[in-house]
């Protein structure tokens, strides 16, 4: 693949587990060498692979940048991640969501030019996943780019691109908008009364809806336009039909089947 991020673009990373999604983010913060390619990277990086952090660190003491003591800062980002109330317990101390959380508070608290997220954000309970990712938001408005291995397609669909891995290939890599058009269909669910003037179209009738750039393509198989254009018109005794856009979750399951 070839896949570059400008200043303050996130990027997901998805796949299932040993499908390289640690391999590429150590490659990216180049503690592990690829086999082919290159990385580049602008500026620092910053990395925090899971259950690192020393067990008798305290949140109160991760939120401090050693280049910026602001008081203001840091009691912010203990807030943002509920961890205000242990700030002074040690990490060994912690429940392990609240260990997640205290990673993310390091990750967050970093002035690194880009993050490297391996599955932090996936731990987090949605109150504080609400609360870090306003500051996400905040650091790319900054410039800061965040590339994110997760499992959650709802984060997958917050960033700007994705790479989808399958046992270390790469399945897809571009914007997630494109994602979802090339792999996945919107599906077309038509509600009757009786279904039995429906029936007569439906069972023989294929149709086929997929996202475009412009809107939604349909396409009927040959010799049913027609079936399709009454269809569409509420033809017999149909009450609605409903458009059912396709989900990244779908187009994830899609590509990796």
């Not at 609240?98 to 967050?108: I, P, S, V, W």
């Not at 608290?109 to 609400?130: I, K």
């Not at 905040?138 to 046992?167: M, N, Q």
């Not at 069972?203 to 336009?225: C, N, T, Y």
Request: glycine fraction near 8%; charge should be negative.
């Amino acid at each position: 693949m070839t896949l570059s991020l400008t200043a303050g673009q996130r990027l997901a990373v998805v796949g299932p587990g040993a499908s390289g999604k640690s391999r590429l983010l150590r490659a990216i913060a180049g503690q592990d060498r690829l086999g082919e390619g290159t990385v580049q990277a602008e500026g620092e990086v910053f990395f925090l692979e899971p259950g690192t952090l020393a067990p008798r660190s305290k949140p109160q003491a991760i939120a401090k940048r050693p280049q910026d003591n602001s008081a203001s800062l840091s009691t912010e980002l203990l807030v943002a991640t509920r961890l205000w109330d242990v700030r002074t317990h040690s990490i060994s101390d912690l429940s392990p969501s609240q260990e997640a959380a205290a990673e993310t508070l390091a990750l967050l608290s970093s002035s690194a030019d880009v993050r490297l997220w391996d599955g932090q954000l996936d731990d987090l309970d949605p109150w504080t996943f609400d609360s870090v990712w306003g500051h996400l938001e905040k650091g790319s408005s900054a410039g800061v780019c965040d590339v994110i291995a997760t499992h959650r397609p709802e984060i997958v669909e917050l960033c700007d691109a994705v790479i989808v891995l399958s046992a270390l290939e790469v399945r897809f890599a571009g914007r997630v908008d494109e994602l979802l058009t090339r792999v996945s269909e919107t599906e077309m669910i038509v509600r009757t009364e009786h279904q039995g003037a429906v029936r007569a179209l439906v069972s023989p009738f294929q149709v086929s809806v997929r996202q475009h750039p412009e809107g939604l393509l349909i396409r009927a198989a040959e010799g049913q336009a027609l079936a399709a254009r009454l269809l569409a018109e509420g033809y017999g005794d149909v009450e609605c039909i409903v458009m059912k856009p396709a989900s990244v979750g779908a187009a994830l399951r899609t590509l990796i089947a």
